[in-house]
């Protein structure tokens, strides 16, 4: 098993930055950030897949973080990245991180406990 731990999170005010961390137990070459609201459902934020041997690994982001929030991920320490620029009042939530055994799964199968990100 693979175990996530997040750290990062806290407040801040509209147009700040955070940085969040995910460290893993165990490698991973595909991760993702997830984020979840009060009332809302669970959604996708970034992934990466590091699996490809290229300068610039595939990533994805929603599109309501689109240049604002970078993810990356440092396969050496095991870590999980997301730099989040310019924040809004609405990417309020709870931040996951996740990770995939096998990139071509469908599903994360390993997530993390969250950290709590707030922006006002």
């Known amino acids: 098993d693979v175990q996530l731990v997040e750290s990062g999170g806290g407040s801040v005010q509209a147009g700040g930055s955070l940085n969040l961390s995910c460290l893993a137990s165990?490698?991973?070459?595909?991760m993702g950030w997830f984020r979840q609201a009060p009332g809302k459902e669970r959604e996708g934020v970034a992934s990466?897949?590091?699996?490809?041997?290229?300068?610039?690994?595939?990533?994805y982001y929603a599109d309501s973080v689109k240049g604002r929030f970078t993810i990356s991920q440092d396969n050496t320490n095991n870590t999980l990245y997301l730099q989040m620029n310019s924040l809004k009042p609405e990417d309020t939530a709870m931040y996951y991180c996740?990770?995939?055994?096998?990139?071509?799964?469908?599903?994360?199968?390993?997530w993390g406990q969250g950290t709590q990100v707030t922006v006002s």
């Open positions: 165990g490698s991973s070459l595909c």
């Open positions: 996740a990770a995939k055994t096998f990139c071509y799964l469908t599903q994360y199968n390993y």
């Open positions: 990466i897949d590091t699996s490809i041997d290229t300068s610039s690994h595939n990533t």
